[in-house]
Nanobody
Framework: QAQLAESGGASVQVGGSLRLSCAVS????????MAWFRQTPGEEREGVAS????????YYADSVKGRFTISRDNAKNTVYLQMNNLKFEDTAMYYC?????????????????WGPGTQVTVSS
C-alpha cells in the first residue's frame, strides 16, 4: 500500500496562493486516482480535487473550480494542489489520498491510503 506525505501548508492572506505537495512512496498504477480532501473541525471530510492516473482526467469541487489545480509529476511521484485566490472558507486540514478503480472521484469512501494532513489557514 502506498504511503503519502503532504507538505506546503501554511498561513496565508485572503487572495494569496499556496502549493501543496503530496509525496507518494510505493507503486502507483494507471488504475489509481489521487485526490486532495479537506476537513475542518466538526465537519465532514470534503473532496477538493482528484486526478485519475490512467488518463490524467481531473475533477474539482464546485467551491474550488477555477482557483485550484491538481497535477502530478510522474518523475517525482508527487501530486500537487495549486491553490490561488484563497478564501477564508479554504481554511482546513488538507489530506492527500489514493485509491484504485475509484468511481466517485471526490468521495472519500473509495480512497484507502491517506497522508497525515497539512494545515492551511487563510486570514485577513
Amino acid at each position: 500500500q502506498a504511503q503519502l506525505a503532504e507538505s506546503g501548508g501554511a498561513s496565508v492572506q485572503v487572495g494569496g496562493s499556496l502549493r501543496l505537495s503530496c509525496a507518494v512512496s510505493g507503486a502507483v498504477y494507471k488504475s489509481d486516482s489521487m485526490a486532495w480532501f479537506r476537513q475542518t473541525p466538526g465537519e465532514e471530510r470534503e473532496g477538493v480535487a482528484s486526478i485519475y492516473i490512467g488518463d490524467s482526467s481531473t475533477y474539482y469541487a464546485d467551491s474550488v473550480k477555477g482557483r485550484f489545480t491538481i497535477s502530478r509529476d510522474n518523475a517525482k511521484n508527487t501530486v500537487y494542489l495549486q491553490m490561488n485566490n484563497l478564501k477564508f472558507e479554504d481554511t482546513a486540514m488538507y489530506y492527500c489520498a489514493t485509491g484504485r478503480w475509484v468511481a466517485d472521484h471526490l468521495g472519500q469512501v473509495e480512497y484507502n491510503a491517506w497522508g497525515p494532513g497539512t494545515q492551511v489557514t487563510v486570514s485577513s
